[in-house]
C-alpha cells in the first residue's frame, strides 16, 4: 500500500512537471521573436506592473493582505469547520461552507490541504465541496482587488454566484454521494483551537476598522476627505493594537500577513507582467471570436479554459481585465473568474487522488456547467 501511495504521488508529481513544461514551451513558442514586438510586449508587461503598483497596491492589497491576516488569527477556524460536518443542519451547512472561505482568508494554495482535512476526517461531502469551490474564490482581498480593478459589478456578480454556485454544487453532491455522508457521518472531529482572550465585539471593532481603511482608501473622493478619514481609522486601529491586543498576538497577526503577502504578492506580479503582455502577444480578434460573446460557446470556452490553466490567486484578476480589453465579454469573463480559481490541472489531479473518481469528475462538470449558466445570466444583464 505504501509503495502503491508513493507511486501515485510521484505520477501526480510528473503530471505538474508535465504541465509546468508545457506552458513554458507554448510560451516560448508564440513569443514573438522581433525585436520591435518583443520590446513592445515587454514595456507593456511593465507599464501594467507599473498601473497597479500606483493604482492597487497600496490602496487595495496592502490592507487586505492584514486583514486576511487578522481573520486568520482571530477567527477560530475549528468553530466555523465543526459546523460542516455531515450531521450539521443543512440551512446551517450551507452558507457556513459557502462564506467559510472568505471568513477564513484561504487562498488557492491552501484551500486543498483544508479541504483534504474535513473531508478525510468525516465531514459532508456538500458543504466539504461548496468550502472548496468558494474558498480561493471570494476571499477579501480577491473581491476587493475585482471591484477596484475591474469593476464593483464584477466583484459582487463574482460573490453572489460563487455562493449560489457552491451551495447547488453541494446540494447536488450531496444527494448524489449520500454513503459517503453515512459512513463517515461518526468521524468528523477537529482539535480545537486555543481561544484569543476577548470579546467578540473587540475583534469586530478591530476588524471593521481594517475594512473602514481599505474601503475609504477605494472611494473615488477628495484627497483630504479620503485621508483624513483613513487616518482616523488608522488612530483607531493603533490603538487597538498597543492597549487592547498582547503583544505576542500582534506579532502572530503580522507574521499571518507577511506569509499570505510573500505567498501571494510575487505570483500576482507574474501574473501581471503577463497580462501586460498578452495584450501584445495576442491578436485581439483571437479573443473576440472565442469568447467576445455572451453565447453558450462563448461562456464554454472560457469554462474549459480556466479549468485547464492555473491562477495563483489574485493573478487572474489583471489577466482577465485585460482579456476585457482585448474583446472578451462580461459574460464569459464571469465563467472565467469562477472556473479559473477553482480548478486547474494540478487541483484536479489532486481531487481525483483525494475524492475518487466518480465524485471529482462530477464536481468538476457540475462547476464548469454551473459556471456558464452564471455567465450567460451575468452578461445579459
Not at 35 to 53: E, R
Not at 67 to 80: N, T
Not at 225 to 250: E, H, M, P, Q, T
Not at 295 to 308: E, K, M
Request: aromatic share 12%.
Amino acid at each position: 500500500m505504501e509503495m502503491l501511495a508513493r507511486i501515485k504521488e510521484n505520477w501526480n508529481e510528473e503530471w505538474r512537471k508535465f504541465f509546468y513544461l508545457l506552458i513554458a514551451f507554448l510560451f516560448f513558442y508564440y513569443l514573438p521573436a522581433e525585436p520591435a514586438k518583443l520590446s513592445d510586449a515587454l514595456s507593456a508587461g511593465l507599464l501594467l506592473l507599473q498601473d497597479y503598483a500606483r493604482k492597487h497596491v497600496l490602496t487595495c492589497l496592502v490592507p487586505a493582505f492584514f486583514i486576511a491576516g487578522a481573520i486568520a488569527v482571530f477567527v477560530k477556524k475549528d468553530s466555523i469547520l465543526q459546523l460542516l460536518g455531515p450531521t450539521a443542519k443543512k440551512y446551517i451547512a450551507y452558507p457556513i461552507a459557502s462564506v467559510a472561505g472568505g471568513v477564513l482568508a484561504v487562498c488557492s494554495c491552501t484551500i486543498l490541504p483544508l479541504f483534504a482535512g474535513i473531508y478525510k476526517r468525516g465531514a459532508g461531502i456538500g458543504p466539504a465541496v461548496a468550502f472548496l469551490f468558494t474558498g480561493p474564490a471570494i476571499n477579501v482581498t480577491a473581491i476587493f482587488l475585482t471591484g477596484n480593478a475591474v469593476g464593483w459589478d464584477f466583484a459582487f456578480g463574482r460573490l453572489i454566484a460563487s455562493i449560489i454556485i457552491a451551495i447547488a454544487v453541494g446540494l447536488i453532491m450531496g444527494v448524489l454521494f449520500k454513503k459517503h455522508d453515512q459512513r463517515n457521518a461518526d468521524s468528523f472531529l477537529l482539535g480545537m483551537e486555543e481561544e484569543k482572550p476577548y470579546g467578540n465585539g473587540l475583534i469586530a471593532a478591530f476588524l471593521l476598522l481594517q475594512f473602514g481603511i481599505l474601503i475609504v482608501l477605494g472611494l473615488h473622493i477628495a484627497p483630504v476627505i479620503k485621508w483624513s478619514a483613513a487616518l482616523v481609522f488608522l488612530g483607531a486601529l493603533l490603538y487597538l493594537v498597543f492597549f487592547r491586543f498582547k503583544r505576542a498576538d500582534n506579532a502572530e497577526w503580522l507574521a499571518e500577513t507577511w506569509d499570505l503577502t510573500k505567498k501571494i504578492l510575487p505570483y500576482l506580479f507574474i501574473g501581471i507582467f503577463a497580462a501586460g503582455i498578452i495584450d501584445v502577444v495576442v491578436p485581439d480578434h483571437w479573443i473576440e471570436v472565442a469568447v467576445g460573446k455572451n453565447t453558450i460557446a462563448g461562456n464554454l470556452v472560457a469554462s474549459v479554459s480556466g479549468a485547464l490553466m492555473y491562477f495563483a490567486t489574485l493573478t487572474e484578476v489583471p489577466i482577465i481585465q485585460t482579456l476585457m480589453k482585448m474583446g472578451m465579454a462580461k459574460g464569459p469573463a464571469l465563467t472565467l473568474f469562477l472556473t479559473g480559481n477553482s480548478l486547474s490541472i494540478p487541483s484536479m489531479i489532486v481531487l481525483f487522488q483525494l475524492m475518487g473518481k466518480k465524485q471529482a469528475l462530477t464536481y468538476i462538470v457540475l462547476i464548469c456547467s454551473f459556471s456558464v449558466v452564471a455567465g450567460l445570466i451575468f452578461g445579459s444583464l
